[in-house]
Nanobody, 136 residues
Framework: HVQLVESGGGAVQAGGSLRLSCAAS????????MGWFRQTQGDQRAGVAT??????????????YYVDSVKGRFTISRDNARNTVYLQMNSLKPEDTAIYYC????????????????????????WGRGTQVTVS
């Protein structure tokens, strides 16, 4: 298994920024994709962004993917030496309020390239406990 620990959540005013961190340990070599998901009270967990660790590219040539609601505001990145994935969140809105979860997956490269398995919760067996983000 891969152990994931999120940090960096908190309360911020609309328009502000936060950077979430996700430290990975354990059998990290089995994962080629890291994702951030979020869940609001009463709703299902939804994908936010993904990062392909070994450079597998989506159909647009990028190794990262964002849902439309966060494009241009959020940036996912990874520090290889620290085995840590980050989610830089700028221009935060009240609707970004949620518990944010980090997850790890091993997604077939062909599925990445054809965009047939992107941010599917079922593909992510390893999850952190989440960190609360509140935007007012």
């Amino acid at each position: 298994h891969v152990q994931l620990v999120e940090s960096g959540g908190g309360a911020v005013q609309a328009g502000g920024s936060l950077r979430l961190s996700c430290a990975a340990s354990g059998n990290t070599l089995r994962s080629n994709c890291m994702g951030w998901f979020r869940q609001t009270q009463g709703d299902q967990r939804a994908g936010v962004a993904t990062y392909n660790i070994y450079g597998a590219q989506y159909s647009d040539g990028s190794n990262t993917y964002y849902v439309d609601s966060v494009k241009g505001r959020f940036t996912i990145s990874r520090d290889n030496a620290r085995n840590t994935v980050y989610l830089q969140m700028n221009s935060l809105k009240p609707e970004d309020t949620a518990i944010y979860y980090c997850a790890a997956a091993n997604v077939p490269v062909v599925a990445i390239a054809t965009m047939t398995r992107v941010l599917r919760e079922m593909d992510f067996p390893d999850w952190g406990r989440g960190t609360q983000v509140t935007v007012s």
